[in-house]
């Protein structure tokens, strides 16, 4: 099946900082990613809509500024966190959508971002 | 505003069960819905895919159901195993060009040996 990699897996970090994630499809090309947010015991909610060559698509109440979008390959989207503070602390995952809409989804393996 | 519900929120069952795990959606114009299994600090895996037109996928011991009209969909483990403990999600699709998913609350399922 395909495969996604994200990374960092796990980050601590100070709060001020900005922290970087990084998901890639490994097997496919992916012109649509998909970042989501989970807070514990809570289900994903989208954060943004990553595609290829333009700008990222952000869900209400998602500060663009905050949590940059870049999708510069087909293979490669990077979500950067920036000036962190306690409250960004969260799982993120990103998804990669290979082909159409009728195809599965693929996620990666999640990064639990700590913000002290 | 599509909301999606997950019943039960956890279950605990005996190796060997058959279970049932349920999904519902507010707005039946969706154009797809997926069942995935996320294990604890990891991400998801797709376990079936659904097309708004269909009634029904099956993968090995998972069956998963869709009845779009009121708005459920059910997803059907027989004998179950103690591998098979992980919190379930359900999502729908809303279709469009990049058929943006809602997600459900999810079950926690435990199967105990």
């Known amino acids: 099946g395909a495969v996604v990699s994200q990374h960092p897996s796990r980050v601590i970090c100070k709060s001020g900082t900005s922290v970087k994630i990084e998901c890639r499809s490994l097997?496919?090309?992916?012109?649509?990613m998909f970042w989501y947010r989970q807070f514990p015991k809570q289900s994903l909610m989208l954060m943004a809509t990553s595609n290829e060559g333009s700008k990222a698509t952000y869900e209400q109440g998602v500060e663009k500024d905050k949590f940059l979008i870049n999708h510069a390959s087909l293979t490669l989207s990077t979500l950067t966190v920036t000036s962190a503070h306690p409250e960004d602390s969260s799982f993120y995952i990103c998804?990669?959508?290979?082909?159409?809409?009728?195809?599965?989804?693929?996620f990666g393996s999640g990064t639990q971002l700590s913000v002290l | 505003k599509q909301e999606v519900t997950q019943i039960p929120a956890a279950l605990s069952v005996p190796e060997g069960e058959n279970l049932v795990l349920n999904c519902s959606f507010t707005?039946?114009?969706?154009?797809?819905l997926q069942w995935f299994r996320q294990d604890p600090g990891k991400g998801l895996t797709s376990l079936l895919l659904i097309q708004s037109s269909q009634r029904e996928q099956t993968s090995g011991r998972l069956n998963a159901s869709l009845d779009k009209s009121s708005g459920r969909s059910t997803l059907y483990i027989a004998a179950s195993q103690p591998g098979d403990s992980a919190t379930y999600l359900c999502?729908?699709?809303?279709?469009?060009?990049?058929?943006?998913?809602?997600f459900g609350t999810g079950t926690l399922l435990a199967v105990q040996p």
């Open positions: 999502a729908v699709g809303s279709g469009g060009a990049t058929n943006k998913l809602i």
């Open positions: 998804s990669a959508q290979r082909g159409g809409v009728n195809e599965k989804l693929f």
């Open positions: 097997d496919f090309q992916a012109t649509t």
């Open positions: 707005d039946s114009a969706i154009y797809n």
